[in-house]
């Protein structure tokens, strides 16, 4: 089973483009990665999703390198309302086994 | 408006004393999960439903019993709650087994002492 790694903290300023990468070591094929960001007191909330390659929706964009063994979440132009938990998820095809990170804390300073 | 809903909110109870906490969506999900959230331990799964009648363990089970009879709602019970479950949990819903985007309930933080 994959498993994923990603850093405790992290600190930015306002403008500033983020990019948070997990590892994920032995994913599988059919492995979908998914990134989800926790508000303090909130449920989490879902990002963006890809599989390879480089996916982009009006939020963030997602890297994915060819050999897949890691991904990096991009946030352009973060603002203060962007700190929060940010969790890097592999989600392992069809028995819906979820490989969750530790979450990412990301502070955004003015 | 679409949502997951978690009741009760907050929950203080003593080491034994049964509890269950309610989760129901509105999105016609077929796929309902509940978790924990601990400091430093990230969000664990504890057990998991593809469909009404179909449930199955995550990471964490022990303690912990789940129920689907309806395709709205998945009830996560604790027959003798013990300290160490103290946590806070997060049940959540998507819309098939090939769809990843997880909606979260807002969360039950439950204390037992």
């Known amino acids: 089973l994959a498993k994923t790694t990603q850093p405790i903290s992290m600190d930015s300023y306002e403008g500033q483009e983020v990019n948070i990468t997990c590892s994920h070591n032995?994913?599988?094929?059919?492995?979908?990665i998914t990134w989800y960001q926790q508000f303090p007191s909130q449920g989490p909330r879902f990002i963006i999703q890809?599989?390879?390659?480089?996916v982009t929706n009006e939020v963030a964009s997602l890297f994915i390198p060819a050999d897949r063994k890691s991904s990096t979440l991009s946030l352009p132009r973060v603002s203060l309302s962007d700190t929060a938990v940010y969790y890097c998820l592999v989600h392992a095809g069809n028995n819906r086994k979820l490989i969750w990170g530790l979450g990412t804390s990301l502070a955004v300073n003015p | 408006e679409a949502q997951v809903t978690q009741n009760p909110r907050y929950l203080i109870t003593v080491t034994g004393k049964k509890l269950t906490v309610t989760c129901s969506q509105n999105m016609n999900h077929e796929y309902m999960s509940w978790y924990r959230q601990d400091p430093g331990l990230g969000l664990r799964q504890i057990y998991y439903?593809?469909?009404?009648?179909?449930?199955d363990k995550g990471d964490v089970p022990e303690g912990y019993k789940v129920s689907r009879k309806e395709k709205r709602n998945f009830p996560l019970i604790l027959e003798s709650p013990s300290p160490n479950q103290t946590s806070l949990y997060f049940c959540a819903s998507s819309s098939s087994p090939y769809h990843y985007e997880q909606y979260f309930g807002p969360g039950t933080r439950l204390t037992v002492t």
């Open positions: 890809g599989y390879k390659t480089k």
């Open positions: 439903s593809m469909n009404v009648e179909v449930t």
């Open positions: 032995n994913i599988a094929t059919n492995d979908y």
